[in-house]
């Protein structure tokens, strides 16, 4: 069995004996998938090698102030020595970045639905967030934390637990954030970056799908649909972050949101208070994540997707009631 130290040693290796990278995450990529990749990605040019970020999605709008961020490509470069992944639990969610049987070389996860797909998958389903895992992986691999680094993983570990408010937030992450702001990281700066500001498309489009909310026994779900992007002038194909703002609602015990796609499926995302596994629930329709956050793209008619997605969800909040 390969232990965490030889694999640790193995990647170091590979990574001193590759020039040329490609560093990619998942579709609709969040805040951690883009803070991850961009803070490997300057982590490795800090160490002198060539690094391609590829994205099948555009990196949205609120991401755009981090370094390397406006620089990401939608498509693999000619030719490199080394693909890494991260922040993906299989390589589905990748995309066409990975049509065609590409081979990964490394995978750094978080996911505690996480399937693997690479020659070397390194996970941590205990931690809150991917970059919270490069913090202390990336000098053992024998790169550097600059203050570009820094920035783009406290982006990734602020996002992910909606900053430090998720129900998996550890005193740990406190401390690495902490440390991340001591070698130079503007808190404030990030923070409202990528947690609270927001374009007016943005808002129009969370207005849509605020007057359609639906609240039945501690379940609160809604829907945004192709036709709600356009009235609100919305570029992007995910759902603007609505759904963490569903979470503020104290009387959800579960909150569903269904997102509309243009490739005839539907896009659904959980949130759970403590002690609701919606991992599980998300697994039944071919997704995952982790136990109070949760996604899953499913093909078929909105309404038909969303009928047999609430239906099971009302049925796991009705065990957790009883």
């Not at 490795?44 to 999605?57: F, I, N, P, R, T």
């Not at 047999?308 to 969800?313: D, F, H, I, Q, R």
Request: net charge negative; with cysteine; hydrophobic share 40%.
């Amino acid at each position: 069995m390969i232990t965490d130290s030889s694999k640790d040693m193995l990647i170091k290796q590979q990574i001193e004996n590759a020039s040329h990278f490609v560093v990619t995450s998942h579709i609709r990529p969040d805040g951690d998938a883009v803070g991850s990749m961009l803070g490997f990605a300057n982590a490795l040019k800090a160490a002198g090698k060539s690094v391609d970020c590829v994205l099948q999605d555009a990196v949205q709008e609120r991401f755009l102030f981090l370094p390397g961020a406006r620089e990401v490509r939608d498509q693999l470069p000619e030719s490199y020595d080394y693909l890494i992944v991260v922040d993906c639990s299989d390589n589905r969610r990748v995309g066409a970045v990975l049509e065609g049987g590409i081979k990964v070389d490394l995978v750094v996860d978080h996911h505690k639905s996480h399937i693997d797909f690479g020659e070397i998958d390194y996970v941590e389903a205990e931690n809150e967030a991917t970059a919270l895992m490069l913090v202390e992986k990336l000098p053992d691999w024998g790169l550097e934390i600059t203050i570009d680094v820094a920035t783009c993983l406290m982006t990734g570990i602020l996002t992910d637990t909606l900053g430090f408010k998720t129900n998996s937030t550890s005193p740990r992450a406190l401390r690495v954030a902490a440390d991340l702001m001591e070698m130079g990281v503007d808190l404030v700066r990030v923070y409202d970056q990528a947690l609270t500001m927001r374009n007016l498309s943005e808002i129009r489009y969370w207005g849509q799908g605020l007057t359609k909310l639906e609240f039945c026994n501690g379940v609160l779900s809604s829907t945004l649909t192709l036709h709600d992007r356009i009235v609100a002038s919305y570029p992007d194909n995910d759902d603007a972050d609505l759904i963490n703002t569903l979470t503020t609602v104290s009387d959800a015990l579960v909150s569903v949101l269904f997102v509309e796609q243009k490739n005839g499926s539907v896009k659904v995302s959980w949130r759970s208070v403590r002690g609701i596994d919606v991992a599980e629930l998300a697994n039944k329709f071919g997704g995952g994540g982790h136990v109070s956050a949760a996604g899953a793209d499913i093909p078929g008619k909105l309404e038909d997707v969303r009928a047999a997605v609430l239906k099971e969800t009302n049925n796991t909040v009705l065990k957790y009631k009883t």
